[in-house]
């Protein structure tokens, strides 16, 4: 695609709710990456792929997320019994190869819980 | 561990004047580092890139240099203009993740 992709753009969910984001990235880009930014805070690194596989996933918050990407190309964010403090924009950047390339961010997927 | 700092976190400026954003790094030993620029409600637009190798990148009216041995990169925005106003954010790249900067908010006042 011309751009990163992700969905929803706005999600609102009852704490305690499963919640998934989706993220098509840039066509032919192998690296992934997930962010996190609570308001007024700067971005916060999750998780990142290269091809399928997750090297880092020292970001991820606690046991309760986790991420997949399937066919080196869509990646699903899942965030398990959401709690209030996961509300955030969920960032979502892909480049050709991780390290030493620009990296591409999408809209970002805005996670409401109450 | 990758520590990326910007200050002052806010700017504000009349129209045309020259701008220079700091950013600072603790590891000098980085792939690369970034600029972005983010608006209100959306996500972050790559500006410039500076591979470890090099010095300076330009684009338009945006320049950005890194000096590696003192930790600091500059982005530089000559003759400022309102449609300029947004937050600015600095990454270090290491082999494979970006640390940011909590970023710099300029806003400039026609």
């Known amino acids: 695609g011309a751009g990163v992709s992700q969905s929803p753009s706005n999600k609102v969910t009852e704490k305690g709710k499963d919640v998934e984001l989706r993220c098509d990235p840039i066509?032919?880009?192998?690296?992934l990456y997930w962010y996190r930014q609570r308001l007024g805070q700067g971005l916060e690194f999750l998780i990142y792929?290269?091809?399928?596989?997750?090297?880092?996933k020292s970001g991820l918050p606690s046991d309760r997320f986790s991420a997949e990407r399937t066919g080196e190309s869509v990646s699903t964010l899942t965030i398990q019994r959401t709690q209030q403090e996961d509300s955030a924009v969920y960032l979502c950047?892909?480049?050709?190869?991780?390290?030493?390339?620009?990296?591409?961010f999408g809209e970002g997927s805005w996670l409401t819980v109450v | 561990k990758q520590e990326v700092t910007q200050i002052p976190a806010a700017l504000s400026v009349p129209e045309g004047e020259n701008l220079v954003l700091n950013c600072s790094f603790t590891?000098?030993?980085?792939?690369?580092l970034q600029w972005f620029r983010q608006d209100p409600g959306k996500g972050l637009t790559s500006l410039l890139l500076i591979q470890s190798s090099q010095r300076e990148q330009t684009s338009g009216r945006l320049n950005a240099s890194l000096d590696k041995s003192s930790g600091r990169s500059t982005l530089y925005i000559a003759a400022s203009q309102p449609g300029d106003s947004a937050t600015y954010l600095c990454?270090?790249?290491?082999?494979?993740?970006?640390?940011f900067g909590k970023g710099m908010k300029l806003t400039v006042n026609p």
């Open positions: 990454a270090g790249g290491g082999s494979e993740k970006l640390v």
């Open positions: 792929f290269q091809g399928n596989s997750a090297p880092d």
């Open positions: 066509s032919g880009h192998t690296a």
């Open positions: 590891d000098s030993a980085i792939y690369n």
């Open positions: 950047a892909s480049s050709f190869l991780a390290g030493g390339n620009t990296i591409y």
